[in-house]
């Protein structure tokens, strides 16, 4: 027979194992919900070097490298999915008063401290977990810039996913450093 | 009986702890460890040329010029969105935790992209950092002479925009000591206080 005093103690490690069970487990909201749930979270942009007199005013004859005309900066930010089903940042967009192309890249650095910048096709979010676009990493890249961005400014911009789902967020833009 | 109810007891017993145990964020923290320095130092120091490039006001500028003071440089562009701004923002910590010594320092941002990076455009873009930063630009062969001495990997690259090209390029700093002689790598990202001490350990002349 086992004794009052160790069933109550074997009741407390009981309660003691599911809990410990329940701290440890992320808490699924078992949601009846399917497909993306996509939030994001602190968009930024990093500032432009502040160009006071456009090169424009110099050009000579053929513009051969359009691309020089106007400068490049980043859009960062953590995209959250909630969700249970993986989704995929296709496209993003500004308004053409801000920037001409806007490209999605990926920083990465090599064994040999070689950085590397490439546009890729998507960025995946994978269901309930996050996609975090950082400096050194994935990027929103703004190119042709066509004006001044100064910290306290802020850039919209248009995110499209492979699921149809279009977002758009307003970016606050930070100082270059 | 009571003893299989003791072993079921003891098993449960070490099932919480295990639980918790791989629950709780392992709490070895043994000590203060000194964190290591982040740069490599070449020992013997190696000996590099002299270069002369183009500065951001547009005249001639030589490492030389800068012979007395250690010099932090680092190769990089200005179309460069994350890891060119980066650095430099490092730079400006390191500028920061120098102190006083940071007289004895010179901040160099050297550009591979000639082709674009203006002495105007590069004013603009190391002094939107720090005043005192020196951005350097010249063309290919210059600039090809130049990455030889610190093993500076730089190549453009093209891709579907025909507007624009990318630029990899190694992200490292390096550090050139008051007599011109190459001392220090720092890989991208190092602890800017790290960084700070080895350089004033050089200002220092250890």
Known sequence: MLTRSRW???VLMALLLIASLAACGD???????????LTVNEPWVRATIPMASEESGETEGESTESGETGGVTGAFMTIANTGNEADTLIRASVDASIAGTVEIHET??????????????GIEIPADGNAVLKPGSYHIMLLNVQRDLNPGDTVQITLEFASGQTLTVDAEVRAME | MQRSRFLLLITLALLVSVLLAACG????????????LPGTILDPPKEVADFTLTDHTGQPFSLSDLRGKVVMLFFGYTNCPDVC???????????????????????????????????????????????????????DAAMRTVGQDYGIF????????????????????????????YRIVFPYQSDPAGMAEQIRRLVAGQ
């Open chain 1, 8 to 10: 109550i103690t074997l």
């Open chain 1, 27 to 37: 808490d699924e909201a078992n949601n009846t919900q399917t497909g993306p749930a």
């Open chain 1, 108 to 121: 990465t650095i090599d064994e040999n401290d070689v950085m590397k910048m490439r546009p890729v096709e």
């Open chain 2, 25 to 36: 964020s392992s709490g070895d923290d043994a000590g203060p460890s000194p964190t290591p």
């Open chain 2, 85 to 139: 701004p980066t650095t430099l923002a490092e730079f400006k910590q390191v500028k920061a935790q120098l102190g006083e010594d940071a007289d004895q320092v010179a901040f160099v941002f050297v550009s591979v992209d000639g082709a674009r990076d203006t002495p105007e455009r590069l004013a603009a873009y190391v002094h939107a950092f720090d005043p005192d930063f020196i951005g350097l630009t010249g063309d």
């Open chain 2, 154 to 181: 730089y190549q453009r690259v093209s891709y579907d925009n025909p507007d624009n090209y990318l630029v990899d390029h190694t992200a490292s700093s390096f550090v050139v000591d008051q007599e011109g002689r």
